[in-house]
């Protein structure tokens, strides 16, 4: 256990419809990381907050967003779905200074029918 | 860019084997590399990583892995393979001025008994 928490576990939801996935990074730690894994992409890194603010960003797409709150947690919004965005969504945390050092947690499994 | 490169999409072993999964960087400094674990269904979790020094590093579940600059590799060993570390292997490659990580493709290992 990464002391990453994330929920839900999995989601079924159709195409067009908006989804939220919430990420609570473990103790101590303020920067939180999103990550998309596929079959034909494999894992990809979307984006990072760190202590609220937005860091870097990666492949994100623009029907995505994520925010993290003042108390750390963060959520990522996914809009008007399609059936490619059916994948794996991780979040990571990582302390400061760590060096890249991330700790995963155990995903959020989006099925868009 | 920074990539990096897992040349085997799967690999069968031998409960008992000695196992060494190769991965190879692509990056103009040093970065920081990682090994993460994937058991199905599961998260991530970090094996091992290197950011300085000692070119010999040590993990958890007795994996190890060795930096080579000249070879830009990171390979991950193991002397002797148990059931139980059948999963997917990934490894990432960390920026010195980005936190983000950028993943291999992933080695699909599977321990025959």
């Known amino acids: 256990d990464s002391g990453v928490t994330q929920t839900p576990k999995h989601l079924i939801t159709a195409t067009g419809q908006r989804v939220t996935l919430r990420c609570s990074p473990r103790?101590?730690?303020?920067?939180v990381y999103w990550y998309q894994q596929s079959l034909d992409q494999g894992l990809q890194f979307l984006i990072q907050?760190?202590?609220?603010?937005?860091?870097a960003k990666g492949n994100i797409l623009e029907r995505f967003s994520a925010q993290q709150f003042p108390d750390l947690h963060s959520e990522l919004n996914l809009s008007s779905l399609e059936l490619g965005d059916s994948a794996l969504y991780f979040c990571?945390?990582?302390?400061?200074?760590?060096?890249?050092?991330?700790?995963f947690g155990p995903g959020t499994r989006l099925t868009v029918l | 860019a920074q990539s990096v490169t897992q040349p085997d999409i799967h690999i069968t072993v031998s409960e008992g084997a000695s196992l060494e999964l190769r991965c190879n960087y692509s990056?103009?400094?040093?970065?920081?590399l990682f090994w993460y674990v994937q058991s199905p269904g599961q998260g991530l979790q970090l094996l091992l990583k290197?950011?300085?020094?000692?070119?010999l590093v040590q993990g958890i579940k007795g994996f190890e892995a060795e930096f080579k600059r000249s070879q830009s590799s990171f390979n991950l060993r193991k002397p002797s393979v148990h059931w139980s570390d059948a999963a997917e292997y990934f490894c990432?490659?960390?920026?010195?001025?980005?936190?983000?990580?950028?993943f291999g493709t992933g080695t699909r290992l599977q321990v025959f008994p």
């Open positions: 990432a490659v960390g920026a010195r001025n980005t936190d983000k990580l950028i």
């Open positions: 990571a945390s990582s302390p400061p200074r760590a060096y890249n050092e991330q700790f």
């Open positions: 103790s101590g730690d303020l920067s």
């Open positions: 907050y760190y202590n609220g603010e937005e860091r």
């Open positions: 990056y103009g400094a040093t970065p920081y």
């Open positions: 290197y950011f300085s020094g000692d070119t």
